[in-house]
């Protein structure tokens, strides 16, 4: 049987270095580094969910009450923090996209199509089995990115 485990609470990057990054960043870019753009970062380094544009706002509106972000700055910041790969993307296609903190252990995705949950996921023989395909067709993967849908426990009762 497959070693499958779930747990990502071990981050590869710490959040110091992170948020330097960041600042070398948005300095390359010719944009401030602001408060607003600092908790955005952080909300997604302390968040162990998928996040919508919209449910990241939120969470930080209920965190910080009194911070004025608005929406399009949120939007800004995680495209610019896409780009750079700072935080990765699973896209929704109407739905839009969740985001995640992209400095965690590789995973891979099981997404329900009902409900929209995500379930992270390592299986080490996928891996190898990945690795032993791109071997075999002469390939030098990269990276990669599986994801899987269907319905999960929950909606198919």
């Known amino acids: 049987m497959a070693n499958i485990t779930?747990?990502?609470n071990d981050r590869t990057i710490e959040y110091e270095q992170l948020?330097?990054?960041f600042k070398i960043l948005l300095k390359k870019n010719a944009l401030k580094f602001t408060i607003q753009r600092e908790i955005i970062?952080?909300?997604?380094?302390?968040?162990?969910e998928h996040l919508t544009p919209e449910s990241l706002?939120?969470?930080i509106q209920q965190k910080f009450p009194k911070l004025k972000i608005g929406i399009a700055t949120v939007y800004r910041t995680l495209s610019l923090l896409e780009?750079?790969?700072?935080?990765?993307?699973?896209?929704?296609g109407a739905q839009g996209k969740k985001y995640e903190l992209g400095a965690k252990n590789h995973h891979d995705h099981l997404i329900c199509t009902?409900?929209?949950?995500?379930?992270?996921?390592?299986d080490e023989e996928i891996e190898k089995r990945q690795d032993k395909i791109a071997n075999k067709?002469?390939?030098?993967?990269?990276?990669?990115s599986m994801q899987i849908y269907g319905i999960c426990k929950d909606c198919q009762n």
């Open 19 to 21: 948020l330097n990054d």
């Open 114 to 122: 009902e409900c929209g949950s995500i379930t992270e996921f390592v």
């Open 41 to 48: 970062l952080e909300t997604l380094y302390t968040s162990d």
């Open 137 to 144: 067709l002469g390939f030098n993967m990269q990276d990669h």
């Open 83 to 92: 780009e750079s790969n700072i935080v990765t993307s699973l896209s929704f």
């Open 6 to 8: 779930t747990n990502f």
């Open 57 to 59: 706002h939120n969470l």
